[in-house]
């Protein structure tokens, strides 16, 4: 039999089907259990509206949950003579089943297959990445806690500025993943709408169930428009990147950070000899290449959205095969960004933070602000105050010898650790996985 959903009966030039394929079995792999999901729901909804017999939707359903198991535990291949997920899935069907399996395409195009294959992957493995996230903002919260008497200097320009505390550092990194939880939120909601029915981008004269399709596979809503859902195909993955690119930011900026100051002439982190590597040369040699690379990671995940951009930027509306490498760029992101949210966690878990350092004299001026403002609670006018501590650094009469008092909200002596949690919490409880993993529950018995 063919292996092509679109076989006419005649040959392509082998030449021109390998290019024309590329790496498309490859990336299709990533897709293949939720090409079975989507199938589930269209058949399901094909009986529904009488174009497959009540008899043959359980025999089908049966022969994919098996496919499905096959996929979700990395034992699905696609055949070298087959193009890609979905025609792999149709002619596994078709061995098994004969020509009931050839019924599953009625009403739909590989163009929404494809896509409702994408967007349920995407939500897949963003639930994954926020469980990651939330990880590593535990880890964060929790040094902050532990580290949050622990000064060190704070720098604008890279020059000593004033203090801060080990505390005050990673809640800042906790707290900008509340906003790249946002943003992630944000990808989930573009992500889970659903654009099965819209076919080849043009709807379908099939008496189509859109409403229950979405309901089957858990959806929040339709993509209704059939032409939008195929344009969607490429701004979907670019929304989802955006959010991807603003988590690899944070995490690329916090790694910059441990990498400066893991240096011999800051000295504020040190990382265990194990999480270290060495140099071939120089003995004395103990490298932050964990971080290194997570800030290379980070950055090459910052251009994806521009890749993803640069594919899609000048199509028209309608279909085009340019979208095919998208997959290539997308697909791999997820692993990508996921591995690195586990070693950023355990990195931070393992590293040491040095006490004492405000002590050393090359930070004593990180605390004229400080005597400005003791000047000014004893009546002092802010700019006198200014004047006569800039006068003593000016001189190198300058000396503090108070206590650091902050009490705003962010503050070193007021961190807001819990209602930094508790904004986690809120944005994290708005994502409607429950509600996914029933719906997939059903549909796999």
């Known amino acids: 039999m063919a292996n092509k959903l679109w076989d006419k009966g005649f040959s392509i030039d082998a030449k021109i089907e390998r290019f024309t394929v590329g790496n498309d079995r490859e990336m299709d792999l990533y897709l293949a259990p939720f090409d079975v999901l989507g199938t589930m729901a269209h058949i399901t909804m094909l009986e529904k509206v009488g174009l497959l017999g009540s008899d043959e939707l359980p025999v089908l359903l049966a022969e994919l949950r098996k496919i499905y198991r096959e996929a979700a535990e990395g034992r699905f291949t696609i055949d070298p003579d087959v193009e890609d997920v979905h025609s792999q899935v149709e002619f596994l069907l078709t061995r098994a089943l004969g020509d009931l399996g050839k019924k599953v395409h009625t009403g739909r195009s590989r163009n929404d297959q494809v896509m409702v294959d994408v967007k349920l992957f995407s939500r897949a493995r963003i639930r994954r990445t926020v469980e990651k996230m939330q990880h590593l903002f535990a880890v964060l919260q ?98 989802i990147s955006f959010a991807y690119a603003s988590l690899a930011e944070t995490i690329g900026r916090l790694a910059m950070d441990a990498c400066l100051y893991n240096s011999q002439n800051f000295g504020f982190i040190k990382l265990p000899d194990s999480l270290t590597t060495g140099s071939s040369i120089m003995p004395h040699k103990k490298n932050p290449d964990v971080f290194e690379l997570i800030r290379a990671h980070c950055n090459k995940m910052q251009g994806v959205p521009n890749s993803i951009r640069l594919i899609t930027g000048n199509l028209p509306s309608g279909y085009f095969r340019d979208m095919q490498l998208i997959k290539e760029v997308f697909l791999p992101l997820f692993d990508e960004m996921d591995e690195v949210l586990d070693i950023t966690a355990y990195a931070i878990e393992n590293m040491k933070v040095t006490e004492g350092l405000m002590e050393d004299p090359k930070y004593k001026l990180a605390f004229t602000v400080e005597e400005v403002n003791h000047l000014v609670s004893q009546g002092v006018p802010f700019r006198d105050a200014y004047r006569k501590v800039g006068a003593a650094v000016q001189d190198g009469t300058f000396t503090y010898h108070g206590t650091l008092h902050h009490t705003h909200e962010g503050s070193l002596g007021n961190l807001c650790n819990v209602e930094i949690a508790s904004r986690m919490k809120a944005i994290v409880d708005g994502f409607t996985f429950a509600r996914v993993e029933e719906a997939e529950r059903k549909l796999l018995g």
Not at 169 to 181: F, H, I, K, R, V
Not at 194 to 208: D, E, I, T, V
Request: zero cysteines; proline letters at 4%.
């Open 142 to 239: 929790q040094g902050s806690e532990r580290y949050k008497d622990v000064l060190m200097p704070g720098y604008t320009h890279l020059q000593v500025a004033m203090p801060s505390s080990f505390g005050l550092w990673m809640g800042a990194y906790a707290e900008s993943l509340t906003d790249d939880m946002e943003l992630m939120q944000a990808a989930w909601k573009v992500a889970n709408r659903n654009p099965l029915g819209a076919a080849a981008g043009y709807g379908s004269s099939a008496p189509l169930d859109r409403s229950l399709t979405t309901r089957l596979l858990g959806f929040d809503g339709l993509n209704y428009n059939s032409v939008y859902a195929q344009m969607g195909r490429g701004k979907t993955e670019r929304a």
